[in-house]
C-alpha cells in the first residue's frame, strides 16, 4: 500500500539554526499538509498545499515557516530560525482530492530544538 | 469555530472485549466528516475509519465501527475483540466544508488492553 514517507526521523538542532523537514506523499495524491504535535499534546495543523501555493495555514505557521513543492515528488517544511518551542514531532500528510478525503500521514519526524 | 471534545483520557479494556472510546464536535457546518486516528506508541497516525454527515448507515472498517448519532453531535469508535497491538493513542478529527480542508484533532484518548 502506497505511504507518505518523512525524513529524517530524528532531528536534533541548535536553537537558531534552520532546518528542513522533507516528505514524499503519495504519488497521485494533490493536497498536502503539515501538521506538528507537542510531546504529549494534540495533532495541531500548520499549513495546506494545493496547486504549488500554500491553500490555508494557521496561526502557527507564521513567517519562521515556509513550504516547498520543489520536485514532482518532494514537499518540505523549511522553519528558518528554530526556537525551543518549535521542539515537536512534525507530520506530514497528504490526500487525492477535495471532500471528506481521509488525510494519510507520514511516521513524522521528532525534532528536537537544543 | 470547531471544536472536538474526547473526555476520556485514559481508558482499559480486557483483552478480547469491546470498547468504545467518545468523542463529541462542534460545528455549524450542515457538511462534514469525522475521522478516527490511532496513534501507536511509535508515534506514527494511522487512519482507522471516517464518517460523513450525510452518511445514512454507521461506518465500519473490520473490528472498527463508528457509533454516529448526529443529533448529539456524537461520533464514537467502537473496537469490538480488543487486542494487545490496539494499545495506543486514538484521535478524533474532524473537518467541515466551510472551516478548509485541514483537520482539527481532539485531545486523544489513551487505550491500554490488558492481557
Known amino acids: 500500500e502506497p505511504e507518505v514517507t518523512q525524513t529524517p526521523s530524528h532531528q536534533v538542532t541548535q536553537m537558531g539554526q534552520e532546518v528542513i523537514l522533507r516528505c514524499v506523499p503519495i504519488?497521485?495524491?494533490?493536497?498536502f499538509y503539515w501538521y506538528r504535535q507537542i510531546l504529549g499534546q494534540k495533532v495541531e495543523f500548520l499549513v495546506s498545499?494545493?496547486?504549488?501555493?500554500?491553500?490555508?495555514k494557521s496561526e502557527i505557521f507564521d513567517d519562521q515557516f515556509s513550504v516547498e513543492r520543489p520536485d514532482g515528488s518532494n514537499f518540505t517544511l523549511k522553519i528558518r530560525s528554530t526556537k525551543l518551542e518549535d521542539s515537536a514531532m512534525y507530520f506530514c500528510?497528504?490526500?487525492?482530492?477535495?471532500?471528506?478525503?481521509?488525510?494519510?500521514f507520514g511516521d513524522g519526524t521528532r525534532l528536537s530544538i537544543l | 469555530a470547531q471544536k472536538i471534545t474526547q473526555t476520556q483520557p485514559g481508558m482499559f479494556v480486557q483483552e478480547k472485549e469491546a470498547v468504545t472510546l467518545d468523542c463529541t464536535y462542534d460545528t455549524s457546518d450542515p457538511s462534514y466528516g469525522l475521522f478516527w486516528y490511532k496513534q501507536p506508541s511509535s508515534g506514527e497516525m494511522i487512519f482507522l475509519i471516517y464518517q460523513g454527515s450525510y452518511d445514512q448507515q454507521n461506518a465500519t472498517e473490520g473490528r472498527y465501527s463508528l457509533n454516529f448519532q448526529k443529533a448529539r453531535k456524537s461520533a464514537n469508535l467502537v473496537i469490538s475483540a480488543s487486542q494487545l497491538g490496539d494499545s495506543a493513542m486514538y484521535f478524533c478529527?474532524?473537518?467541515?466544508?466551510?472551516?478548509?480542508?485541514?483537520?482539527?484533532f481532539g485531545p486523544g484518548t489513551r487505550l491500554s488492553v490488558l492481557p
Open positions: 478529527a474532524m473537518r467541515d466544508y466551510n472551516y478548509g480542508q485541514n483537520f482539527v
Open positions: 498545499f494545493y496547486n504549488n501555493e500554500i491553500s490555508e
Open positions: 504519488s497521485n495524491h494533490l493536497y
Open positions: 500528510a497528504s490526500s487525492d482530492g477535495t471532500g471528506f478525503q481521509p488525510q494519510h
